[in-house]
């Protein structure tokens, strides 16, 4: 069974960086893409980013494009969220999420079936 653990959160100014990591481990044969969602409260968890670990594809939502780079070590079982140009409205607690790869790179949270347990990002002055 697929396993997920993020880590890397933690508190920054904005406009500073932070890179989120998403270790996984076990069965990850059928498992092929990997999404970063966030949600911050009182608000529905957002699809962020999205790769497939086999062609490297990758997907990303508004908010980030620019800001945010989303990119995998197959070695290391990691996928990796380089987030730059940080805002206070990227505060949210972090998951990964890993789904079957069957073509389409999308965002959509019900789409994932395996999730970690979360990170908190923090922009704050």
């Known amino acids: 069974q697929l396993q997920l653990v993020e880590s890397g959160g933690g508190l920054v100014q904005p406009g500073g960086s932070l890179r989120l990591s998403c270790t996984f481990s076990g069965n990850t044969f059928h498992y092929a893409i990997i999404g970063w969602f966030r949600q911050a409260p009182g608000q529905e968890r957002e699809g962020v980013s999205c790769i497939s670990t086999t062609s490297g594809r990758t997907n990303y939502a508004d908010s980030v494009k620019g800001r945010f780079t989303i990119s995998r070590d197959n070695a290391k079982n990691t996928v990796y969220l380089q987030m730059n140009s940080l805002k206070p409205e990227d505060t949210a607690i972090y998951y990964c999420?890993?789904?079957?790869?069957?073509?389409?790179?999308?965002?959509?949270?019900?789409?994932?079936?395996?999730w970690g347990q979360g990170t908190q990002v923090t922009v704050s002055s």
């Open positions: 999420a890993a789904r079957i790869d069957l073509g389409a790179l999308g965002l959509q949270s019900h789409e994932y079936g395996t």
